[in-house]
Structures are given as C-alpha cells and as structure tokens.
T-cell receptor, first 114, second 109 residues
C-alpha cells in the first residue's frame, strides 16, 4: 500500500538536545511538507520541498532544519534553538505544489520536551 | 494570510445539519477541505477550483463563491463519525500551502 510513514509516533527529548523526525513516502510525490500543530490549533507550515535537493522555509522555520536528499524522504530536525518544540508534527506530500494538488498526511509524531 | 473559519466550534445532535465557512480577504486559487480526528492525521475531503463551483454528495458537500473568497462545507444529517476538526486549506502563492483556523465539530448521540 502506498502512503506516508512517520516515526517515531511519540518522542521525548530533554531540553538542549537536537532530535530528528523521520518522514518517508512511497507515493512517488514530488512535493513534501512539514507542519506543526499545537493543542486546539491549526496547522502551521515549517518547511516544504518541491523537488529533491531543494526546500523552502515556511512560516515558522526558526529552530528547525530539513534535508531532501531522496525523493522518498524528508526528515525534520528540531534543534535546541527551537524555544518551544513540544507539539504534534505532521508530514505531508502531494504530487505537486499547485493549487489543485491535495495533500496526503502521515500519522504524525508527538514530540514532548521534558 | 490564513483563511478564517467560522464557527470555531459547533455541537450537534445526530441527524442535525451544520455549515462551516472559510473566508479570505483576497481571492483564493483553490480551496481544499480536510477532517482531522483527535490525535490523527487530517484526511482530504474535497477540493474546489472554480468560482461558483459546488461539489460533494448528499451528506457532505461544499461550495466556492463566485469571487473565490469564501467556501462553505455542508454536513447534512450528521453522524457520530463526522466529529472532528475541519480545516480548509489553500495554496497561498509561491507554492506555499496554508490552512484555515479550524472548526471543531462534535456530534452527540
């Protein structure tokens, strides 16, 4: 079955540590996205990538970094510079970044900073 | 700019109808609707591309006004499974995708 996988489902981190969230898709999609969702809030765009080896900052990129070395993979690193990283992180992909492309979401990673 | 949704929250009894609105201060290229269950990923419902378009089926449908600044999602004869948070989404230009503020819907038996 085609889809998007994120791991781990739950992640705990101590303050001051970097942590990397995994996102893999086998849908052959060109575009991939990372969103952050806080309790009771909407989705905010962290980074997006239209194609391999290229990515762009979203609205809340500070304290985060990404890479896109393979079409299937778009890992997100939450660095110690992110002041309030506890949140639900969602990865998504789409066939393109045009207005008619729906987004497919992974199951999410819930990050908690202790 | 993030689309604004209204109402922020709504509680229904099974069988009742609901309307969720998504508004923007400028014309949108398109509008997408998603539903998210608590702790889960959003699931795509439908997309509207043209002003004046209406889409969906008898139970869940949506419209996009002529000026492409407002979309409404219609939930008819609601079921318990309709509970969740509904988001509208749109491509904001320069290939950035943004979501609306969200509407929490709770259907009671």
């Amino acid at each position: 079955d085609g889809g998007i996988t994120q791991s781990p489902k739950y992640l705990f981190r101590k303050e001051g540590q970097n942590v990397t969230l995994s996102c893999e898709q086998n849908l052959n999609h060109d575009a991939m996205y990372w969103y952050r969702q806080d309790p009771g809030q909407g989705l905010r765009l962290i980074y997006y990538s239209q194609i391999v080896n290229d990515f762009q900052k979203g609205d809340i990129a500070e304290g985060y970094s990404v890479s896109r070395e393979k079409k299937e993979s778009f890992p997100l690193t939450v660095t110690s510079a992110q002041k309030n990283p506890t949140a639900f992180y969602l990865c998504a992909s789409s066939t393109g970044t045009y207005s008619y492309n729906e987004q497919f979401f992974g199951p999410g990673t819930r990050l908690t900073v202790l | 700019q993030q689309p604004v949704q209204s109402p922020q929250a709504v509680i229904l009894r099974e069988g009742e109808d609901a309307v969720i609105n998504c508004s923007s201060s400028k014309a949108l290229y398109s509008v997408h609707w998603y539903r998210q269950k608590h702790g889960e990923a959003p699931v795509f419902l439908m997309i509207l591309l043209k002003g004046g378009e209406q889409k969906g089926h008898e139970k869940i449908s949506a419209s996009f006004n002529e000026k492409k600044q407002q979309s409404s999602l219609y939930l008819t004869a609601s079921q318990l499974s309709y509970s969740g948070t509904y988001f509208c989404g749109t491509e904001s230009g320069t290939y950035k995708y943004i979501f609306g503020t969200g509407t929490r819907l709770k259907v009671l038996a």
